[in-house]
């Protein structure tokens, strides 16, 4: 599964979203579209909120199953890690753009268009797994995603080194937030020794 991730965290703040993710990434569940998400919204009473159903409408928020063509970006995203069940791209990788929707990411105060459905989601949610947990685990995709724009972004430093500056920046606050302080400090490191090359001290 593909999840894209605005600036403002929208993905996140919606349940059926956080459900559908859920169902891919910890339970292993088939994508969202296929004929048992299906069932399950018809179980229900959904009309269509979600956020990788077929024929559901579209809110500002989304995430790219197998039923649908996500943009090049994430197609690229997807290839490089074919082997996780969950991938996720930001529509930018700047630290100012990905902060809020990384300390804003709280689960419990989800919402949806029926609040019965969301206290039923995030109920089932809760039994199989701790929610505060589960909340860690998807900033443990960003942080992943934040690592492959870097390493993307370094092989085209010598034509664009603000690029690489700034997604390896991201990267090491997204470290230092996971308290893991020496690998942000070396990527810093990396980030210093790169602008004293490229100015000649």
Known sequence: ??????????????????????QVRIKGARPAGTEGSRKRRAAVGSEGEGCGWQGAPRPPYHTFTLDHHPPRRAMQASQSERFDKLVMVSTSWAWEDLVHAYLTLDIGRTQATRD?????????M????????????????????SKREMQRAEKLASVNPRRFGAAATTFAMLLTMHCRYGEAEDIMRQVSQRRARRSGR
């Open 116 to 124: 019965r459905e969301r206290l039923m989601l995030l109920g089932e």
């Open 126 to 145: 809760h039994k199989a797994a701790d929610l505060a947990q589960l909340a860690n685990t998807l900033r443990e995709s960003m942080l992943s995603g």
């Open 1 to 22: 599964m593909l999840v894209v991730v605005d600036r403002f965290g929208a993905i996140f703040s919606r349940t059926w979203c956080i459900w559908e993710i859920w």
